[in-house]
């Protein structure tokens, strides 16, 4: 399998952008990785990158040999994991991409249950931008995508779909906080700490003000739930949560969280699935089987 050595090479180049910082992930000198690049492109009769000051990346040709790698790892992978099922040894690696609701409470726990019952997979799970999930599974990176308000639907096929209910967070000693549910125009009159923009929450509360005619003016905006919902500790400040990242006990914050009314606007969705086109690895299937399975016990 000596193209797959080859295929770690020019992927770990590709993702460094170094060939010094591949050389080092890789274990081997700089000169024999680069020997092993030049032996490549000798074969072909091209260059397979382009070569700058500040480092390499991938040409045209770099980038059809990439995808013709990844496409077979990833069918070696599902190779492997069907021998070792085949085996009653659940093996495999899993690669999947998600966005920031996701990753805090719901994945983490998911993944430690699977790998209780199943120690020999392994994992990667990689924190992508709202939309970036979904074309990350395009040339095999990931295998499966959680992800919010996905925008690209048409290579995904979905295992599971499925409306998240927004809550506010907030002070549990905060003027609104015996309210039972709230409206955007309850929420305007209090500092806003917002997700930055494309951030699937965001999204749906500008389009909740943008409908009943309010300024949205967040007195800060980050990327980090963690840091926005802590901000909200002690103060008049407001903070949003979907119900997959709402921490289980809030009130170890002394905050409390009030369900967000956004009448007259679908709710946000939630989405699991792989890419259209491809049959997963065992493992990865059977997790997504178990994804689809929690979330729909949880939120459906």
Same mark, same amino acid.
């Given at each position: 399998?000596?193209?797959?050595? #080859? +295929?770690?090479?020019?992927?770990?180049?590709?993702?460094?952008?170094?060939?010094?910082?591949?050389?080092?992930?890789?274990?081997?000198?700089?000169?024999?990785?680069?020997?092993?690049?030049?032996?490549?492109?000798?074969?072909?009769?091209?260059?397979?990158?382009?070569?700058?000051?500040?480092?390499?990346?991938?040409?045209?040709?770099?980038? #059809?040999?990439?995808?013709?790698?990844?496409?077979?790892? +990833?069918?070696?992978?599902?190779? /492997?994991?069907?021998?070792?099922?085949?085996?009653?040894? &659940?093996?495999?690696?899993?690669? #999947?991409?998600?966005? &920031?609701?996701?990753?805090?409470?719901?994945?983490? +726990?998911?993944?430690?249950?699977?790998?209780?019952? *199943?120690?020999?997979?392994?994992?990667?799970?990689?924190?992508?931008?709202?939309?970036?999930?979904?074309?990350?599974?395009?040339?095999?990176?990931?295998?499966?995508?959680?992800?919010?308000?996905?925008?690209?639907?048409?290579?995904?096929?979905?295992?599971?779909?499925?409306?998240?209910?927004?809550?506010?967070?907030?002070?549990?000693?905060?003027?609104?906080?015996?309210?039972? $549910?709230? /409206?955007?125009?309850?929420?305007?009159?209090?500092?806003?700490?917002?997700?930055?923009?494309?951030?699937?929450?965001?999204?749906?509360?500008?389009?909740?003000?943008?409908? #009943?005619?309010?300024?949205?003016?967040?007195? %800060?905006?980050?990327?980090?739930?963690?840091?926005?919902?802590?901000?909200?500790?002690?103060?008049?400040?407001?903070?949003?949560?979907?119900?997959?990242?709402? $921490?289980?006990?809030?009130?170890?914050?002394?905050?409390?969280?009030?369900?967000?009314?956004?009448?007259?606007?679908?709710?946000?969705?939630?989405? +699991?699935?792989?890419? $259209?086109?491809?049959?997963?690895?065992?493992?990865?299937? $059977?997790? %997504?089987?178990?994804?689809?399975?929690?979330?729909?016990?949880? *939120?459906?």
């Amino acid at each position: 399998m000596r193209h797959l050595l #080859i +295929a770690k090479y020019i992927e770990k180049i590709s993702r460094t952008g170094s060939l010094r910082s591949a050389a080092e992930e890789l274990g081997i000198t700089p000169s024999a990785l680069n020997r092993r690049i030049l032996g490549v492109e000798e074969e072909l009769g091209v260059e397979i990158f382009e070569r700058h000051p500040s480092g390499l990346r991938p040409n045209i040709a770099g980038e #059809i040999l990439l995808k013709h790698f990844r496409d077979q790892i +990833a069918d070696m992978d599902r190779v /492997k994991s069907s021998i070792a099922d085949l085996s009653g040894r &659940r093996a495999g690696h899993i690669n #999947i991409a998600t966005t &920031r609701e996701v990753v805090q409470y719901f994945l983490p +726990a998911l993944i430690k249950q699977h790998l209780l019952e *199943f120690p020999a997979v392994t994992f990667g799970v990689n924190l992508l931008e709202r939309g970036e999930a979904e074309v990350s599974l395009l040339d095999n990176t990931n295998d499966i995508a959680i992800v919010f308000e996905p925008l690209r639907l048409k290579e995904l096929h979905t295992v599971y779909t499925g409306d998240q209910q927004m809550y506010c967070v907030m002070s549990s000693q905060h003027p609104l906080a015996t309210k039972k $549910r709230l /409206k955007i125009y309850d929420c305007v009159e209090y500092p806003l700490l917002l997700p930055k923009r494309p951030e699937g929450i965001r999204r749906m509360l500008d389009i909740a003000a943008e409908k #009943i005619g309010v300024p949205l003016a967040p007195s %800060l905006e980050s990327n980090s739930l963690d840091l926005l919902r802590l901000m909200s500790q002690d103060s008049q400040a407001l903070s949003f949560s979907l119900a997959i990242n709402l $921490r289980p006990n809030l009130k170890n914050d002394r905050l409390i969280s009030v369900p967000l009314d956004t009448p007259g606007i679908p709710a946000g969705v939630l989405v +699991a699935g792989h890419l $259209r086109t491809r049959v997963l690895p065992v493992a990865a299937a $059977r997790f %997504l089987e178990t994804t689809n399975k929690e979330l729909t016990e949880k *939120f459906s």
